[in-house]
C-alpha cells in the first residue's frame, strides 16, 4: 500500500533468584493449570548459560523527574538474562546496551549514532523515549534499521522503519475516551503531562467527543512531577462538569496523585474517570481502596498482568525471578513483548544473518507473532506507517485488584489517526489475523 493512501496527519512541533528456575528452565510453568496452549519458555529454554560471542542489542529510554520508562528496558533486560541462562541465541548470549536520555534533543541524536555506528548493535529493541522517534527516525531510516519500541511520540506511530508493541498515549487516551463515551459521559476533558508532544498524546479525546456528539470540555498539561494534584483534579472535574468524563494520560505515580487526590475532595462520583494505560499497573490497584471499585476505566494496550495465558505466565515468572522490583504492569509486559518478538526472531536466522542488515531485514517480514498479552498478533510489515497495536480492553480497580471492564474493541478510526488506511493494508497484507 503507497503511502499516497494514508492520510496526512497533523504535526506537532518539537517542543522538545536461581531457585525459580522451578526445575524447567522456563521450558514450563510450575503449579500453573493445563492450558489449550503449551507453555512458554525462555529462549531454547534448555537450562544452559550460553557462552559464546555475544549479540548485541539497543535501546534508549527516558529517565528524568517525573517521567521514568526504565522499567520497560529493565524487563527487556531481564527477559534476555532469562534467554542467556537458557541456551541464549543457539549458543550466544544477548548483550543489550541501554542509553539512558533526560529530553535533550542532541543527546539523544548521539545516542543512537553510539548504538549503530560505534556499538555495532544489530538492532534497537525496546526503546522508550519522548523524543528518540522523532529525532532520529530518519537516520534509522538512512541506516535500514527496523526498531521495536513501546512508543510515545506520535513519530513512532507515522514513520516506516518504527513500530511498536503498544499503541502509545494518544491512541490509548483515544480508547480511554471511547470508554467514557459509552459509558454515558455527556462531556469530555483531558489533563496530561507537559512533556515534549504531551498536546498531542491527549489530543485524540476531544476528537472522540466530536464523533460522539458531545462537548469537548478542553485539554490540559500539567507539569511532572506533579505538585498540587488536588489543584489538578479539582479543575478537571470543574471542566468537566457533572455527568463530565475526565480522561487522564500520567505514568503510574503520578496519575495515582490525581485520583487520590480526587478521592480526599469527594470527587470520585462528581465526574467519570478513565486513564490511558500506564494506569493498568499492580501499585496502582494496590494503592487505591474499595472507593475506587469500578470507577475508573483504563485502557489497557496489553493483557491483564494476572491474566493466565503461556506468555503473560511466563512474564510474571521472569519477574519473579530477574527483575522483582519492577512491578507488574503495562511498562513490564511492554518490555517483555519487546524482547520476545526479537528474541524469537534471531533463533530463527542462520549465523551468517546475524548481522545488522540481516537481522533488520528479519525485523521488516515479522507477521502474525502471537502472544496472549495482546489483543491481536504483532507485525512490523512493509507499511509506510505503523500502528500494529489497534486493539484493546478496558480495566478497572476492584479491590486492589484489576479486572477487565471490556474485553478488546477496535480504538475508533477517527480523521486525524490513519486507523481506517492501517486496517485496509493489513488486510490486503494479510496481517493480524
Request: aromatic share 6%.
Amino acid at each position: 500500500m503507497g503511502l499516497s493512501k494514508f492520510r496526512p496527519i497533523r504535526r506537532r512541533a518539537l517542543a522538545f533468584g536461581a531457585s525459580l528456575m522451578l526445575g524447567l528452565s522456563f521450558g514450563g510453568l510450575a503449579n500453573a493449570p493445563v492450558a489449550a496452549q503449551p507453555a512458554a519458555q525462555c529462549g531454547l529454554g534448555n537450562g544452559q548459560k550460553a557462552t559464546g560471542t555475544p549479540i548485541k542489542l539497543g535501546a534508549i529510554v527516558t529517565k528524568q523527574p517525573g517521567t521514568d520508562f526504565t522499567g520497560i528496558t529493565g524487563m527487556a533486560q531481564a527477559y534476555f538474562n532469562c534467554v542467556n541462562d537458557n541456551g541464549g541465541i543457539n549458543g550466544r548470549p544477548i548483550q543489550y546496551v541501554v542509553e539512558e536520555e533526560q529530553t535533550n534533543p542532541q543527546q539523544v541524536a548521539a545516542l543512537a549514532a553510539k548504538l549503530i555506528q560505534d556499538e555495532q548493535v544489530l538492532a534497537i529493541v525496546g526503546s522508550t523515549s519522548l523524543i528518540d522517534c522523532t529525532v532520529n527516525h530518519a537516520f534509522y531510516e538512512q541506516n535500514n534499521f527496523n526498531v521495536i519500541v513501546a512508543g510515545v511520540p506520535f513519530d513512532c506511530f507515522t514513520t516506516p522503519n518504527i513500530a511498536a508493541v503498544n499503541m502509545g498515549p494518544y491512541y490509548s487516551s483515544e480508547g480511554a475516551a471511547q470508554y467514557l463515551a459509552r459509558a454515558g459521559a455527556q462531556s469530555l476533558v483531558a489533563v496530561g503531562a507537559n512533556v515534549p508532544g504531551g498536546d498531542h498524546d491527549i489530543s485524540g479525546v476531544g476528537e472522540v467527543a466530536v464523533a460522539n456528539g458531545i462537548p469537548n470540555n478542553g485539554a490540559f498539561l500539567e507539569n511532572v512531577p506533579i505538585s498540587d494534584a488536588s489543584a489538578i483534579a479539582l479543575k478537571a472535574a470543574q471542566a468537566a462538569g457533572d455527568g463530565g468524563g475526565v480522561v487522564i494520560n500520567f505514568t503510574p505515580p503520578e496519575g495515582l496523585k490525581i485520583l487520590q487526590a480526587a478521592e480526599q475532595q469527594g470527587l470520585i462520583d462528581s465526574v467519570m474517570w478513565a486513564w490511558s494505560t500506564p494506569g493498568n499497573d499492580a501499585s496502582v490497584a494496590a494503592a487505591l481502596d474499595s472507593s475506587w471499585n469500578g470507577k475508573v476505566g483504563i485502557n489497557a494496550e496489553l493483557n491483564l498482568v494476572d491474566s493466565s495465558g503461556p506468555k503473560n505466565s511466563l512474564y510474571r515468572q521472569v519477574t519473579q525471578q530477574y527483575a522483582p522490583s519492577i512491578p507488574l504492569g503495562s511498562f513490564g509486559q511492554m518490555g517483555f513483548v519487546a524482547a520476545d518478538i526479537i528474541t524469537t526472531t534471531l533463533l530463527q536466522l542462520s549465523p551468517d544473518q546475524l548481522t545488522q542488515q540481516g537481522v533488520n531485514a528479519a525485523i521488516r517480514n515479522i507477521k502474525n507473532f502471537q502472544t496472549d498479552i495482546l489483543c491481536k498478533p504483532w507485525y512490523f510489515g512493509d507499511l509506510p506507517v505503523h500502528v500494529p497495536n489497534n486493539f484493546d480492553r478496558t480495566v478497572v480497580p476492584q479491590d486492589q485488584q484489576m479486572v477487565q471492564k471490556e474485553d478488546c474493541f477496535q480504538i475508533a478510526a477517527l480523521p486525524d489517526n490513519n486507523l481506517d488506511s492501517i486496517r485496509a493494508a493489513e488486510q490486503s497484507q494479510g496481517l493480524n489475523h
